[in-house]
């Protein structure tokens, strides 16, 4: 396998046609390699085609190879999926955030690009919540994107990643259940319906919320330290307004109500 390994990565520094065919026998490599050399041979084939196909994660300049490294790098991530392990899971976390993001810039390689996300789904299984958590500043960005193929990758990711009891496994339903893409909108309107009776906490769900409505960056100790009087008063059979106004700006709660308004 390494000698394999090694022969492939030369040739995907060759011509185009020369790419096409070791991209080919990694594509069967993925199929066929045993589990116990799955790791090594993924990490050295997929960080090498990152670096021919798409350096720095930036734009993707399609040439006829491109969409067979997208293929190849999801057949390899799937059979990580198939055979779960640390070494899988930790691969996604890493890779993912890049793919996404190469999906929000480059509209023309979407479908390819989605080859690649496919299988790295399958490696996302039981992340932590220390894991889950990493994504949300990307997928804040992504849910706002423009293409409707970007929107529909955030709600897969989402109800992935995240467990219906978190506020983040409802959130990102929620914002686009007013999508202007009415299949995005049904799928948001299938997630929210799921999980039965397994919901966010109120109060987790507020505070997730307030720091979204006062933009308060990655939602840090610091921020919901801001939030405590406001959590006390929303516990109190009548909640006490001026305590839940207290500590912010005209410009804060403004902001805030336009956010709430948008989700409503």
Not at 161 to 180: K, N, V
Not at 221 to 241: I, N, Y
Request: one cysteine or more; charged letters at 20%; a negative charge.
């Amino acid at each position: 396998v390494p000698h394999v390994v090694h022969l492939i990565c030369q040739c995907l520094r060759e011509a185009e046609q020369v790419q096409i065919a070791a991209l080919q026998l990694a594509l069967v490599l993925s199929e066929t390699v045993d589990p116990d050399h799955l790791a090594f041979a993924s990490s050295a084939v997929l960080q090498e085609i990152e670096a021919v196909f798409w350096p720095g994660g930036g734009v993707v300049a399609m040439g006829p190879a491109t969409p067979l490294a997208f293929r190849t790098y999801g057949g390899f991530a799937r059979q990580l999926g198939e055979h779960p392990s640390n070494e899988g899971r930790a691969f996604a976390m890493a890779s993912a955030p890049r793919m996404l993001a190469l999906l929000g810039t480059n509209e023309g390689a979407a479908q390819d690009i989605l080859e690649a996300l496919t299988g790295l789904v399958s490696c996302m299984c039981g992340p932590s919540e220390q894991e889950y958590r990493a994504f949300v500043p990307l997928l804040d960005r992504l849910v706002i994107a423009p293409k409707p193929v970007v929107r529909r990758e955030v709600l897969r990711w989402a109800s992935t990643l995240f467990p219906t009891s978190a506020p983040e496994g409802r959130y990102y339903a929620l914002r686009l259940l007013g999508d202007s893409d009415p299949d995005i909108a049904r799928a948001a309107e299938g997630i929210l319906s799921s999980g039965g009776r397994e919901v966010p906490r109120f109060c987790d769900m507020c505070s997730f919320l307030a720091a979204r409505a006062l933009d308060m960056g990655g939602g840090t100790v610091a921020d919901f330290e801001r939030l405590t009087s406001q959590g006390a008063a929303l516990r109190e059979p009548s909640p006490a307004l001026g305590r839940l106004a207290s500590g912010f700006t005209s410009r804060e709660i403004a902001r805030a109500l336009s956010f709430l308004l948008q989700l409503a």
